[in-house]
């Protein structure tokens, strides 16, 4: 890594938790946190948007290369914009959940995005979660952390939160997928969310952290 920025990648399955943690985590370090899952979101919701196949990759790459993708910060929160739309609320639209893990086996797309992940690196310290943070993002960060809970609980928080997704089977996408697939990358500290209370994951991440050498 040759930026000076520090980065901590944050890696998990679907409803781990690891969004909200990375949140408060970044909050808590006055860190930027960067949401790379949202990429991969925004991208899928233009190609459906777009009409096209998400299981085409020819025709999603096609796509790709007409798309202007600008990632931004907004108080402390990474933010995506395509084609001059922000994305918010449309991120977390079902047929979004449905067809973003297809989009994200695609390696031109991935690479695409990884670049743009890379850039934050280089205007300030992150905090950022996803699936390769850890092992492909920013594989020199010494900063590494997986989030992990049990099936049911994961099931139970996104139908808390009143949303269609079908985690076991985006996991088993992410996790089998070619490129750059979900994995506890080397070196990371592994903690299991699922009889934590949100507080409770925020301390043992930060706890993680200077088990791996943060200063404060
Ligand atoms: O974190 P999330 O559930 O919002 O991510 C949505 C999808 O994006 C996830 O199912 C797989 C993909 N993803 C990825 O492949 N790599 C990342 N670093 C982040 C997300």
Redesign the pocket.
């Known amino acids: 890594m040759t930026s000076s920025h520090r980065a901590v990648a944050i890696d998990g399955p ?1 409803a781990s938790g690891k ?1 909200t943690v990375a949140k408060r985590l970044a909050a808590s370090l006055g860190l930027v946190m960067v ?4 990429m ?2 925004a991208v899928t919701w233009q190609i459906l948007q777009d009409g096209i196949d998400p299981a085409d990759p020819e025709a999603v790459i096609q796509a790709l290369a007409k798309m202007t993708i600008v990632c931004g910060m907004e108080e402390g929160l990474s933010t995506i914009s395509i084609n001059d739309r922000l994305l918010t609320s449309e991120l977390r639209a079902p047929e979004v959940n449905d067809n ?2 297809k989009i ?1 086996s695609i390696p031109e797309l ?1 690479e695409r995005l990884v670049a743009m992940q890379r850039a934050y690196l280089e205007e300030t310290d992150v905090v950022m ?5 850890g092992s492909v ?1 920013f594989p020199e960060t010494p900063f590494k952390i997986y989030i992990d809970a049990s099936e049911e609980v994961r099931a139970a928080r996104r139908s808390k939160d009143g949303e269609a997704d079908a985690v076991a089977a ?1 996991d088993a996408q ?1 996790s089998q997928r070619k490129v ?1 697939p979900l994995k506890i990358s080397e070196g990371a500290i592994v903690i299991d969310s699922s009889d934590l209370t949100i507080e409770g994951t925020v301390a043992a991440a930060h706890e993680a952290l200077l088990k791996l050498g943060w200063e404060d």
Not at 35 to 38: E, P, R, V
């Open positions: 679907a969004s949401n790379s899952g949202a991969y979101r973003v893990s994200a991935r979660e996803g699936r390769d943070i993002v985006r992410d750059s």
